[in-house]
């Protein structure tokens, strides 16, 4: 997220990114003005955490 911070010309104030192998998730937000990046805690595995991994990407999406 912060070499897509430098890279990019957007002026949005938030980046959203996540690491996945596909089974496993987890998710972080990188304020670009603070240059501070918030890395959640949990790990979300498919298919029991689905429900919470698939509205996670839905509310990014709609922001």
């Known amino acids: 997220m912060i070499a897509l ?3 990019t010309d957007s002026t949005v ?3 959203y ?3 996945t192998t596909g089974d496993t998730w987890k998710f972080a937000i990188f304020q670009r003005q603070e240059k501070i990046v918030h890395k959640d805690i949990n ?3 498919i298919p029991s ?3 919470w991994v698939l509205s996670t990407l839905f509310g ?3 922001s």
């Open 60 to 62: 990014i999406s709609l």
């Open 5 to 7: 911070d430098q890279w």
């Open 13 to 15: 104030p938030m980046l």
């Open 43 to 45: 790990t979300y595995a």
């Open 49 to 51: 955490d689905l429900n």
């Open 17 to 19: 990114g996540t690491v």
